[in-house]
């Protein structure tokens, strides 16, 4: 039990610090590191629902309709609702997202490489193989 306590930990400690990373890599950017996921999950996911965003994240609807907020409020993204079923809301990137993204992937993908660089090639890749099946673990 006390193994699972410290892997526990080392995962929450670990994705501190890759939000603290990133959050100070994008410096002047026009969100932090919390919203970044939703700004990808929704370039990703162009035209899905609110509801289907907070599933994919895994985030209550409260947590979702807050961050969309503030994205369409800075331009990047836009929600209509469905012309099938006018109770759904769907979630549309706008031109500043598409660039953003771009930005956003680049410093994610620097910020990942540091972190992980005390491995391997080879750790790396069952790191990324194991955490892949974890995160596909119905939630």
Do not use: W
């Not at 026009?30 to 509801?51: I, K, M, R, W």
């Not at 990324?128 to 596909?136: E, I, Q, T």
């Amino acid at each position: 039990m006390a193994d699972l306590m410290a892997l526990a930990r080392r995962l929450v400690i670990l994705n501190r610090e890759m939000f603290k990373r990133v959050d100070a890599a994008m410096g002047d950017f026009e969100f932090g590191a919390g919203s970044y996921p939703y700004l990808l999950a929704v370039y990703f996911n162009d035209g899905c629902t609110q509801q289907a965003l907070s599933d994919k994240l895994r985030v209550d609807k409260a947590a979702t309709t807050r961050v969309l907020s503030r994205l369409e409020q800075d331009g990047f993204i836009e929600r209509r609702r469905s012309s099938a079923n006018r109770r759904e809301i769907r979630v549309h990137c706008l031109p500043k997202a598409e660039r953003a993204v771009e930005t956003i992937g680049e410093i994610i993908d620097r910020e990942m490489s540091q972190l992980l660089g005390p491995l391997t090639p080879q750790e790396r890749d069952e790191f990324c193989k194991v955490m892949a099946r974890l995160v596909l673990l119905p939630g």
